[in-house]
């Protein structure tokens, strides 16, 4: 019967060496170790045995049982190992050259935003912001625009409906809510907060309801600007234009103040300028942004005396930076989400 037992113990050697599946290898265990396998049976024979022979038989079949259990352990650490490798797919040449890997980029837009904050955080300025939706009053009233002005026009204005409810949103009146066609409101919203002397750069998203094409957008993006502190004139205004324009397009910059008319400027101007680093647009004068010294009927409706207090505002539209930057001759291509665009952009500051 021990022979017996040495025969079962090769025999589980000899199967385990065929075996190469998880499968197999229950399947093996069943036929040895199973209720019905050879070992468990040749087990049940201890019964048949004297006395006298049971302690050595016993004794041979655990060392027997000991050694098939073994056999099977290091077998089933085989076959998870190989399934391991197996599931690794196939082997890697570390000496091959990496895979490239496209981290994301930022956006043109806020590349331009970016550059514009840090260059006017330099000369003091501080970054003010304000919700997207805004109210009438702040947008249009308080900016000296009256009723009657076309900006108020449905036609040109996106109305919220009457009975909108924007809780973070301070009315003066029962006015309706706007998306806000300039970041100009935002020069209202911080006179009311902060006391001068003050300099702000308010970078946002204006709407309009203006028909999508090459150089218009219903969604687009402004900074405004504003310095209010006392005994400010056109001279400052000039200087930190010229200041901010130099840093962004270079020193060979030309600038002008061209007279137009804003609400809320008196007087207003146009900044036009020429640089010889502008590709097509080289060496001719650009419209780029409007500005003036706040007129003092919004100083006064901020509670301030405009005897004592002065200062200039400025709006510039982040967009049309971008493309006198970089050559971009469509506007909608900022918003397209094309990636053979926006990749050229992704470390352009
Ligand atoms: N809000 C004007 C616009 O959207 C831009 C502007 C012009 C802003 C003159 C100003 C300014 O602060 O002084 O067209």
């Known amino acids: 019967m021990e022979n017996d037992l040495q ?56 060392q027997a049982k000991k050694k098939v259990e073994g056999f099977f352990k290091t077998s089933l650490e085989l076959i998870e190992n190989q399934a391991d490798i197996h599931s690794l797919g196939e082997k890697t040449d570390p000496s091959l050259p990496p895979v490239p890997h496209h981290l994301g980029g930022t956006h043109p837009l806020t590349n331009v935003r970016r550059k514009v904050v840090s260059i006017f955080r330099k000369i003091g300025f501080t970054v003010a912001e304000a ?92 900074t405004e600007g504003l310095y209010v502190d006392k005994n400010v004139t056109i001279k400052d205004l000039k200087a930190v234009l010229d200041y901010f324009l130099k840093e962004l397009f270079g020193d060979q910059l030309e600038t002008r103040l061209r007279p137009s008319f804003f609400p809320f400027t008196e007087p207003s101007f146009e900044v036009d300028l020429k640089a010889p ?30 005897d004592e207090w002065s200062g200039f505002a400025f709006g510039l539209g982040i967009e049309r930076v971008a493309m006198i930057l970089h050559g971009i001759d469509d506007i909608r291509h900022f918003y397209q989400n094309d990636q053979r665009f926006l990749s050229q952009f992704s470390n352009a500051t």
Request: net charge positive; charged share 25%; hydrophobic share 35%.
């Open 277 to 306: 680093n502008l590709g097509k647009l080289s060496n001719k004068w650009i419209e780029i942004m409007g500005c003036g010294m706040v007129d003092p009927e919004v100083l006064k409706l901020v509670n301030l005396n405009p």
């Open 131 to 222: 919700t997207e939706v805004e109210t009438e009053w702040f947008c249009f009233d308080a900016l000296n625009t009256p009723e009657d002005h076309p900006a108020r026009d449905a036609q040109d204005t996106l109305f919220f409906p009457a009975d909108s409810k924007w809780s973070n949103i301070a009315q003066k009146n029962k006015e309706h809510h706007v998306l806000r066609t300039h970041t100009s409101s935002v020069q209202i919203r911080t006179l009311f907060k902060e006391k001068p002397p003050l300099r702000v750069i308010a970078p946002g998203r204006c709407f309009r309801r203006d028909t999508v094409d090459a150089t218009h957008s219903a969604n687009f993006h402004q």
């Open 7 to 62: 025969a079962i113990v090769t025999q589980a050697e000899a199967i385990l060496k065929t075996v190469k599946s998880r499968a197999e290898w229950e399947q093996a265990k069943a036929t040895i170790l199973g209720p019905n396998g050879s070992l468990t049976q040749a087990a049940k024979g201890i019964g048949r045995l004297s006395k006298e022979d049971r302690p050595a038989f016993g004794q041979a079949l655990n």
